[in-house]
């Protein structure tokens, strides 16, 4: 359940319990192996709680895809695509490294890879429907396109938090910006 702000205050810390619950989880296990009665005992609330705001898990899962989608693309509101590729590039560090670590673990377990795909798919439509070079590319183009993007980006965070975040971000972004801009602009060139 969504937050509008206008909740009672029990309300609010129930949701807000559960969705902490839930990160604890992600963070220890895969989710396929998360029960929503260990939910429920994380968070102390009995199941018809839970079930109250949430149908079942893939629920609860995909509000937290569409917040932490939400909150990215606030942050990239008004830059276009292909244009701005380095500013939403630094944006999704930035925005990445304040997450936590239930975020890193979507971001990087490859358990998780359908969960982030959806997320992905959603930042995607949302950043390149505008942008009027894209929409001139054929399907195969803007799919290999989007994947060379995501796919070096989503590397180049993986390798930070692998090598335990000991590059300063800034770096990690020019070098990321440096392979991925030559590689898009020479794309369009054609």
Request: hydrophobic share 35%; charged share 35%; net charge negative.
């Amino acid at each position: 359940m969504i937050l509008r702000g206008n909740e009672d205050l029990r309300v609010v810390k129930t949701i807000e319990g559960i969705k902490e619950a839930f990160e604890s989880l992600i963070c220890e296990k895969d989710y396929g192996k998360i029960t929503v009665k260990e939910l429920c005992d994380k968070a102390r609330i009995n199941k018809k709680t839970f079930y109250h705001y949430y149908e079942t898990l893939d629920a609860l899962l995909e509000e937290m895809q569409m917040e932490l989608s939400a909150g990215f693309l606030e942050r990239i509101k008004g830059l276009k695509l292909p244009e701005d590729l380095d500013k939403v590039n630094r944006e999704f560090f930035l925005y990445s490294a304040d997450q936590g670590l239930s975020y890193e673990k979507i971001t990087c377990s490859v358990t998780y890879r359908s969960i982030r795909d959806d997320m992905i798919a959603k930042v995607n439509d949302a950043g390149w429907r505008d942008s009027k070079q894209y929409q001139k590319l054929s399907d195969f183009e803007k799919r290999l396109l989007m994947d060379f993007i995501n796919n070096s980006t989503l590397s180049a965070y993986r390798a930070w938090i692998e090598n335990g975040k000991t590059m300063p971000l800034e770096e990690v972004i020019e070098i990321n910006n440096r392979i991925q801009l030559g590689g898009v602009k020479e794309f369009f060139r054609h």
